[in-house]
């Protein structure tokens, strides 16, 4: 008997050792995800876009903040036939508060201010692939 209150022991403190390791890589995970601020300081603004996301290492779990007038300026998710052509549907996806916080899938992503004609073929209009 005594040797099985020493193998439940050890059992117990495997499965310790085991929950806290996955605790400290979950909180890794989450600690490595990230916010981009879309146009950097000056945020979703009347300007071109299309070169902000160059140079960036997008993930899966980080997020974008766009940052607006939201009387001067919207966020609408796109396919990537739609960010080409500058033209969303009625039923797409739309943003419109002023401080957006879009968190990123695996994938392709492709936004657009789609609020005032003109916007997007002027530049405003993003396409981010996270890993």
Not at 44 to 49: A, D, I, L, P, V
Request: aromatic share 10%; net charge positive; proline share 3%.
């Amino acid at each position: 008997m005594p040797s099985q209150g020493r193998r439940g022991s050890a059992l117990v403190a495997a499965a310790v050792a085991l929950a806290v390791c996955l605790s400290s890589a979950l909180n890794f995970e989450v600690a490595q995800a990230r916010d981009y601020r879309v146009g950097g300081a000056q945020g979703w603004t009347n300007g071109n876009f299309v070169r902000w996301p160059k140079g960036k290492n997008f993930r899966a779990g980080d997020t974008l903040v766009f940052k607006y007038d939201a009387e001067q300026y919207d966020v609408v998710v796109v396919t990537q036939a739609q960010y080409r052509r500058c033209s969303a549907p009625a039923n797409a996806t739309a943003y419109h508060t002023g401080n957006d916080r879009i968190k990123l899938a695996k994938g392709h992503h492709f936004f657009m201010c789609n609020i005032f004609p003109g916007h997007c073929k002027a530049g405003m209009r993003i396409a981010v692939k996270a890993m």
